[in-house]
């Protein structure tokens, strides 16, 4: 009897390591009691060598954890450890087919002192928070400015390769919606221009500033091999775009407790 309830349990925690190391989504217990949605504030740079000045681009958005806690939890965490700082717009799809998703793509490449492009990736996948891949809490769509999680080349399969690099909209468009997660959406903007030391424009919208659309409308873009690997980036802005930084008021709740569910 004994024998026959020892080979019971090892056939349990067995079971259980296996079910649990191809990774889950969060349970309801581990995410935590959120009521008011955290904020980020994405701040972009670059210059258009047209005299007028570096732009600098605020970009608030609304952080909808109980839509993607996960999604939201990693990004958390991952802009307070400033991995994102430095790193550049990838890919721009600003002129696409009617229908089509237009976006630009950051979060996982940099460039180093020669202006050769590297390979910021995290080696770990998230699991995706989205009704294609059986999330069913996440109803967030494709609208102007839509801030997703990218399914990139992770260690994950199918849906689950993201973990960090992320895209926003810049327009409506129902091509992605229930197949990638949508876990922010704009709240305001902010479009300025420096040049020699002097801040001016701080132009403020409630929306993508249009300023700031228009030049993503009108980027030239070019394909660039990544540095020691054989791997070539399509549709990179020949203007270098660069995350200046990622900062995320948590409005007073404490985000390090939050869990990350890992593919």
Partial sequence: ?????????????????????????????????VTTNPEATITFEYDLED????????LVFELYYNKAPSTVANFIKLSKEEYYNGKIVDYANVRGEAGEVSYFSAGRYYLDEEDGIIDGKKNYSIKGEFIANQWDANDL?????SLVMDRDF?????????????????NESVQRNRNYCVFGKI??????????????GGVSSQSISSAFINDMLNL????????DESMTLAQIPSKTITIKSVVVDEKGVDYSKAKVAKA
């Fill in 1 to 33: 009897m004994k024998k026959l309830l020892l080979l019971a349990m090892t056939f349990v925690m067995m079971f259980s390591f296996t079910a649990c190391s191809g990774g889950s989504f969060l349970s309801e217990k581990d995410i935590l009691d």
């Fill in 51 to 58: 005299g007028e000045g570096v732009r600098q681009v605020e």
């Fill in 154 to 170: 992770g260690p994950g399969e199918a849906f689950d390769t993201a973990s960090t690099r992320f895209y926003i909209t810049l």
């Fill in 187 to 200: 709240k305001s903007s902010k479009y300025s221009l420096v040049k020699d030391g002097q801040t001016t």
């Fill in 141 to 145: 769509t494709h609208e102007l400015g």
């Fill in 220 to 227: 030239d873009t070019t394909s660039k091999a990544l540095k």
